[in-house]
């Protein structure tokens, strides 16, 4: 039993989705999350998730809560007497809701949150690591198509310093 536990801990730990899928969202706001990602999700399926604004990118983003817990705790972290730290921790915050998967493996996105996200019909679900993005389908296929500079470019410069001798 207690291997179980150390199991669970450590597999918690370790959230890394993979997979892109297209979906659709329905007239109440309810998003089928597709298969492939509904069983990386089995394991925190009893637990909430936090959906969110991205900082970046117009899109959400959907966190298993113990991740969005650890984010969390680094940004309590910030000294509360910087202004700036206060307006950065506002604008995150805004419009966070807590979620669930229903019984049929969806899940209930806010009106808010649509409109931010420009989402009204064809979405993508694009596993980012420890977080699920959820596109504007166009929007996504956009983004992707047009970074501003080649994959090629882009990956050496952000992977160019990696020594991966030491894994």
Same mark, same amino acid.
């Given at each position: ?8 801990? #450590?597999? %918690?730990?370790?959230? =890394?989705? *993979? ?10 706001? $309810? ?14 399926? &009893?637990?909430?998730? *936090?959906?969110? $604004? /991205? ?11 113990? %991740?969005? =817990? ?5 940004? /309590? ?7 700036? #730290? #206060?307006?950065?921790? $506002? ?6 809701? %807590?979620?669930?998967? =229903? /019984?049929?493996? $969806?899940?209930?996105?806010?009106? &808010? ?8 019909? &064809? ?6 690591? #420890? ?9 996504? %296929?956009?983004? *992707? ?6 994959f090629e470019a882009l990956a050496e410069d952000v992977m160019g310093g990696? &020594?991966?001798?030491? =894994?």
């Amino acid at each position: 039993m207690q291997n179980s536990c150390i199991f669970a801990k #450590n597999f %918690e730990a370790m959230v =890394d989705f *993979i997979g892109a899928h297209d979906c659709t969202i329905d007239s109440k706001g $309810r998003v089928i999350v597709p298969a492939p990602l509904k069983r990386q999700l089995l394991p925190f399926a &009893d637990k909430k998730f *936090i959906v969110k $604004r /991205s900082a970046s990118s117009p899109c959400l983003e959907l966190y298993v809560m113990e %991740e969005w =817990d650890k984010l969390r705790t680094k940004l /309590s972290k910030l000294n509360p007497f910087v202004k700036k #730290n #206060n307006d950065f921790k $506002r604008a995150l915050f805004a419009g966070i809701k %807590e979620v669930e998967l =229903d /019984s049929t493996g $969806r899940i209930l996105l806010a009106k &808010d949150l649509l409109a931010y996200s420009g989402i009204s019909k &064809d979405v993508t679900m694009a596993a980012v690591g #420890n977080i699920i993005e959820i596109w504007n389908k166009s929007l996504y %296929e956009g983004t *992707i198509a047009t970074t501003g500079i080649s994959f090629e470019a882009l990956a050496e410069d952000v992977m160019g310093g990696i &020594d991966f001798s030491q =894994d």
